[in-house]
């Protein structure tokens, strides 16, 4: 059944605010609904722009309704911001956005409420002075939520408006090159030979491949033969830094949806790697991109903070642990985790964290290495958190990534690193790629008290 796009896109941006649930949960289940695909790219782009203006959008309605629609009309509320969307961010043509936005009312039983919707949307249309925010609070003209505002001044005084201005921007296409198959030369060469503008523009990251312009990755060449994964360039220092090595026992904790798993055996392919994460539907992922880059793993449904229900007892050379996080450094790829995440949430993550890494230090081998990982820019998940962890543990001991691989990087792009600060911060915007954060750690390389 081919459904109103607007209509479902109301449906999405309902579920997600009002509801709790993930973009990335409902927004594929919606396209299945829709059989063309240009139908299916105004789907995704009307739900992105309302989670990254949805302040904005509010604060018209507002001004131009006496009170939000709330119980059964609540989904048409969101309607009327995918309206409002449409007229003021988006290139359809004004008369084209009021119409189909007042017919999606029908199909999501509010007839009796169309000739409010048409009122609003042609308030909008005539008053473009309405988005004026330059008195408006700071959630407002920044569009996120206020808490995480103030958390990104207190951590990048100077930055943050560079990291919330970031965030509001469309994410690039980023493609790492599966080299046990073809060279990321070669494989640039089959892109330009069907028209597709490509590059490779991060020495550190040979086989980073930056798409001028997104597109189904399914339709590019060598998709099904595994020339390729998706991952953003952020993610794909984690293999480089860890520089695995084949023959070693390696451990890919909470690894889904197994694109950084990929990687290390690219890097390694005879390495014994084992892979392991909570989520048995996400592992289905994990086991999909091993099968098709023709990859070979280990993999387990199991929890990294509780190794005595899996572990056989060997202790790994390497293990990569990027660990569950607030995912505040990947807002411009997924616009929702702003509204998703709450302040509340943060204090527990960390203990979080805290307690799968010191669960996973212990199954490392002395002398091994250990990379930790977040998709976040919260100094308590990342600086703060390794210097917690290296001051209670003695055999532990920091590893300079600049030393280890951003050598190849211009001096500007990484940030130094200093004793108060550990790791390696890499924020959203910064050679166009997400927000990431790493600390390689050493293992002592014998035991510390052993006589």
């Known amino acids: 059944m081919n459904r109103d796009c607007r209509a479902l896109a109301a449906e999405c941006c309902y579920q997600v605010i009002d509801k709790g649930r993930s973009l990335s ?6 396209q299945l609904h829709i059989v063309n695909p240009l139908d299916k790219a105004l789907l995704q782009e009307i739900c992105f722009g309302v989670m990254r203006t949805l302040p904005q959008l509010e604060q018209v309605c507002t001004k131009l309704m006496q009170k939000p629609l709330v119980k059964n009309y609540r989904v048409l509320q969101f309607l009327i911001y995918v309206g409002i969307y449409q007229l003021h961010f988006m290139r359809v043509p004004d008369h084209a956005a009021i119409n ?58 100077e930055q943050w408006p560079a990291i919330l201005a970031a965030n509001q921007l469309k994410a690039p296409l980023w493609l790492r090159v599966n080299t046990q198959k073809i060279s990321s030369n070669d494989f640039c060469a089959a892109l330009t030979a069907e028209d597709i503008d490509c590059s490779q523009p991060i020495n550190a990251l040979p086989s980073a491949v930056l798409l001028a312009q997104p597109c189904d990755v399914t339709e590019l060449p060598g998709y099904h033969q595994g020339w390729f994964s998706v991952q953003d360039a952020a993610a794909q220092y984690a293999g480089w830094l860890l ?24 890097l390694a392919p005879t390495a014994k790697l084992t892979a392991l994460d909570k989520d048995p539907a996400r592992l289905g992922r994990v086991r999909d991109n091993l099968l098709r880059l023709d990859l070979h793993a280990t993999v387990l449904t199991a929890d990294a903070a509780n190794p005595t229900s899996w572990w056989d007892g060997q202790l790994f050379d390497k293990i990569l642990l990027d660990v569950p996080c607030s995912a505040t450094g990947v807002i411009r790829r997924h616009p929702d985790i702003r509204w998703l995440r709450k302040k509340s949430d943060i204090a527990p993550l960390v203990e979080l964290q805290y307690r799968i890494l010191q669960q996973c230090w212990s199954l490392l081998a002395p002398g091994g290495q250990l990379l930790y990982a977040t998709c976040s820019v919260l100094p308590a998940e990342n600086s703060q958190q390794i210097n917690r962890f290296l001051q209670s543990t003695p055999d532990a001991h920091l590893q300079s990534i600049t030393q280890q691989r951003l050598i190849l990087l211009p001096a500007a792009a990484a940030n130094p690193e200093q004793a108060e600060q550990p790791g390696w911060q890499l924020l959203p915007g910064q050679q166009n790629s997400d927000g990431f954060y790493y600390a390689l750690l050493q293992k002592a390389p014998q035991d510390i008290n052993a006589g």
């Open 25 to 30: 949960d409902v927004l594929p289940k919606a």
């Open 100 to 157: 189909a936005t007042v017919e999606a009312a029908r199909h999501l039983k509010g007839q009796s409420l169309t000739k409010l919707i048409n009122g609003v949307l042609r308030n909008v249309q005539r008053q473009p002075q309405l988005f004026d925010c330059s008195h408006a609070n700071q959630a407002v003209q920044f569009n996120h939520p206020g808490w995480l505002i103030s958390a990104l001044q207190a951590a990048y005084p």
């Open 243 to 266: 520089a695995p090595q084949n023959e070693q026992r390696i451990l890919d904790a909470c690894c889904a949806p197994g694109g950084k798993t990929s990687h290390l055996l690219e």
